[in-house]
T-cell receptor, first 115, second 115 residues
């Protein structure tokens, strides 16, 4: 079974802090994704990566950056946290097969509060 | 970019009845349409998906239909049970260059099964 592990379930930080959210997958998936989930807005794509050191902006990348130094690990970075980044953050991964989309598997999420 | 509309936002049905959730998408390049179920406090779980070369797919009590011409797809749940109560998300995904692409989600439908 696919295992996507996010380092923290709950996190509280202060405005202006640099925040790191970590995600690890154990299935050797090529693709990894970061979404945020807000009530009434569904899930929105922040960034994704299809290979080590590769990254692509999603729909709402402003205020975020990402790092993928190893295939199994994908980090989301809030450069200078603001209160409007209080949200649930979900990591997902999928494998690439014959250039066709494959199901994404999600982690349990990190509920981040910025005070 | 892609835009996915989902209706209704809340759906209440009697146990044993059928439930239908509808989604429309805007980008004709989208070719993969998964449905996720999310129970309170848990990760989204894939329940069924369909690709653009298929019009219908069924898995026990769950079915999904796709109309590419009209750009809409629907989730059908028959013989609903209390454990079907959850938030359901539709999503659309297209291929982007040589790598993956993220999912664009609808805003979700809260399905309530009345005993």
């Amino acid at each position: 079974d696919v295992k996507v592990t996010q380092s923290s379930r709950y996190l509280v930080k202060r405005t202006g802090e640099k925040v790191f959210l970590e995600c690890v997958q154990d299935m050797d998936h090529e693709n990894m994704f970061w979404y945020r989930q807000d009530p009434g807005l569904g899930l929105r794509l922040i960034y994704f990566s299809y290979d080590v050191k590769m990254k692509e902006k999603g729909d709402i990348p402003e205020g975020y950056s990402v790092s993928r130094e190893k295939k199994e690990r994908f980090s989301l970075i809030l450069e200078s946290a603001s209160t409007n980044q209080t949200s649930m953050y979900l990591c997902a991964s999928s494998f690439l097969w014959r250039n066709s989309n494959q199901p994404q598997h999600f982690g349990d999420g990190t509920r981040l509060s910025i005070l | 970019g892609e835009n996915v509309e989902q209706h209704p936002s809340t759906l209440s049905v009697q146990e044993g009845d059928s439930a239908v959730i509808k989604c429309t998408y805007s980008d004709s390049a989208s070719n993969y349409f998964p449905w996720y179920k999310q129970e309170l406090g848990k990760r989204p779980q894939l329940i069924i998906d369909i690709r653009s070369n298929v019009g219908e797919k069924k898995d026990q009590r769950i079915a999904v239909t796709l109309n590419k011409t009209a750009k809409h797809f629907s989730l059908h749940i028959t013989e609903t049970q209390p454990e079907d109560s959850a938030v359901y998300f539709c999503a659309a995904q297209k291929k982007a260059g040589g790598g993956a692409d993220g999912l664009t989600f609808g805003k979700g439908t809260h399905l309530i099964i009345q005993p």
